[in-house]
């Protein structure tokens, strides 16, 4: 089974950017499927951005589209935050698979390895 531990997150100011890395327990992540997925107090953890394990495709939930950005590089996943919003408020996690296509990317049943998650807080 794939580990996978996130880094980063904290208190951030509205407009404000943050970075987050996710190592794993592999030499390279570039045949998996990567995602970043979040859950707000009381709701449903919702997909946010990722990268399929096929053509490496990316796909982001309409909500962050122009703020955020996945990438990938050696056996580390990144999810680069920027004019980041008080919605954006969560715990964020980190998730890989292998053979997870673009149309499920964004479904958390589409992977079997999780972080434990870390928690961001855009507050002024």
């Known amino acids: 089974q794939l580990r996978v531990v996130e880094q980063g997150g904290g208190l951030v100011q509205p407009g404000g950017a943050l970075r987050l890395s996710c190592g794993a327990s592999?030499?390279?992540?570039?045949?998996?499927?990567v995602a970043w997925f979040r859950q707000a107090p009381g709701k449903e953890r919702e997909g946010v951005v990722c990268?399929?394990?096929?053509?490496?495709s990316t796909r982001a939930a309409d909500s962050v589209k122009g703020r955020f950005l996945i990438t990938r590089r050696k056996n580390t996943m990144y999810l680069q935050m920027n004019n980041l919003k008080p919605e954006d408020t969560a715990v964020y996690y980190c998730?890989?698979?292998?053979?997870?296509?673009?149309?499920?990317?964004?479904?958390?049943?589409?992977?079997?390895?999780w972080g434990q998650g870390t928690q961001v807080t855009v507050s002024s």
């Open positions: 998730a890989a698979d292998r053979m997870v296509l673009v149309d499920s990317c964004l479904v958390p049943g589409s992977f079997g390895s």
């Open positions: 592999t030499d390279t992540l570039d045949y998996y499927a």
């Open positions: 990268i399929s394990s096929s053509a490496g």
